[in-house]
């Protein structure tokens, strides 16, 4: 995990009789949307497969629809700037949440690059599984056959999305990009075919709020934060900025090419969050 200065989280106020019930209604709505649109991802899976094969040109419509649903559910304002990238390749950005999985499908049909550990999570890696997330194994033994997996979803005209810092942070910055997380991209049959775009997102707290509301990192408790968003009386917004798309061949190597990704996501920030990155 990148060595960073870790803040300590947010303080948590007690959820008083009207945040119980947001966190009743809002759960049970998003609970609603997230498992019934997987249930029809599932069944229309049985008919997408054997005519397409891996090519998925249904079902990801479905989980980009829940993913836009989920922010309505929760009131979380939802904004993007800049045009999404179609040219074939992989998308790239900051990670600060796990409201990252729905803001980035909200916008964009993409499939997200994972570590295994979360295929083996309770019930987050069932849903991983099931939207079509790669997951990739750290041990260098398996580099072969896990650059083979990404030419075949990439050929397939699948997007890629990558969090190249490689854990989250609290949304107050930007860490080094892993170089090594690009190196699939400069695979003999991909590197003159992919285009890769940075994306920026960006969390806004609720007025008043502590500007790391969003943040989850760390240790933190997935469910305890959850229900702090699930709670909250007044709720802040999140931005995507997408930047132009840059071709792979342009690029001598994947040093140069994770340096200008994360020089492009860094500038998207807003000024208070631009500081140089901690290593």
């Excluded at 896990?146 to 050929?155: D, K, M, S, Y």
């Amino acid at each position: 995990m990148p060595a960073w200065d870790m803040p300590p989280e947010p303080p948590t106020l007690p959820i008083g009789p009207a945040g119980w019930l947001r966190v009743l209604a809002r759960g049970g709505a998003l609970g609603g949307v997230v498992f019934g649109g997987l249930a029809v991802l599932l069944l229309l899976r049985l008919i997408e497969r054997p005519l397409y094969g891996l090519r998925r040109p249904l079902t990801p419509h479905i989980t980009q629809s829940v993913c836009r649903l989920a922010f309505v559910i929760l009131g979380i304002g939802y904004r993007t700037q800049g045009a999404r990238m179609e040219h074939r390749g992989a998308v790239v950005a900051n990670h600060a949440s796990w409201l990252d999985i729905f803001a980035l499908n909200a916008r964009k049909r993409i499939y997200f690059v994972s570590k295994s550990e979360v295929s083996r999570w309770p019930l987050i890696g069932w849903l991983a599984r099931a939207t079509g997330t790669v997951f990739i194994d750290r041990d260098p033994r398996a580099a072969r056959d896990q650059t083979a997996v990404f030419e075949a979803r990439l050929l397939a005209g699948h997007k890629l999305l990558f969090f190249p810092e490689g854990t989250s942070t609290d949304g107050m910055r930007v860490l080094s990009f892993k170089p090594t997380l690009f190196q699939a991209f400069f695979a003999e049959d991909l590197r003159e075919r992919l285009h890769v775009q940075p994306v920026t997102v960006i969390y806004r707290a609720p007025e008043g709020g502590d500007p790391r509301f969003y943040g989850w990192w760390g240790d933190m408790d997935f469910g305890r934060h959850l229900l702090k968003v699930l709670a909250a009386r007044r709720q802040g917004s999140v931005e995507l900025i997408y930047h132009p798309p840059v071709r792979v061949a342009d690029f001598e190597g994947r040093k140069a090419l994770a340096g200008h990704a994360e020089a492009a996501v860094r500038a998207g920030m807003p000024v208070d969050r631009q500081r140089r990155p901690e290593r």
